[in-house]
């Protein structure tokens, strides 16, 4: 069966760096975007990353992009998002999400993983 599963959320300081890893199986990931959105708490859904199948074309939203990279490992099926300069306003709950095709919608269609939680403070 499908999983996504997330991992490297944290509490850290502001201006400090995380690394969150997602590890896909259950699908050919390399046919799949891949993307990162997040909820903060008592906000919607935020998108904010997403890579293409050939890990060439890639897509920030505005407030991440000089701040977050993404990558994707074929070998290891997984999708990383390194994250530098955080800032309290990046507290939320970021969960990896494969899609077929390029979208930025942050409906809940694709695959999704549960989450793992970063909180800047």
């Known amino acids: 069966h499908v999983q996504l599963v997330e991992s490297g959320g944290d509490l850290v300081q502001p201006g400090g760096s995380l690394r969150l890893s997602c590890v896909a199986s259950g699908f050919p990931f390399s046919n799949y975007w891949m993307y990162w959105i997040r909820q903060a708490p008592g906000k919607g859904r935020e998108w904010v990353s997403g890579i293409a199948r050939d890990g060439v074309a890639i897509h920030y939203a505005d407030s991440v992009r000089g701040r977050f990279a993404i990558s994707r490992d074929e070998d290891r099926n997984t999708v990383y998002l390194r994250m530098n300069n955080l800032s309290p306003e990046d507290t939320a709950v970021y969960y990896c999400?494969?899609?077929?095709?390029?979208?930025?919608?942050?409906?809940?269609?694709?695959?999704w993983g549960q989450g793992t939680q970063v909180t800047v403070s």
């Open positions: 999400v494969a899609r077929y095709g390029w979208s930025i919608s942050t409906d809940k269609t694709g695959y």
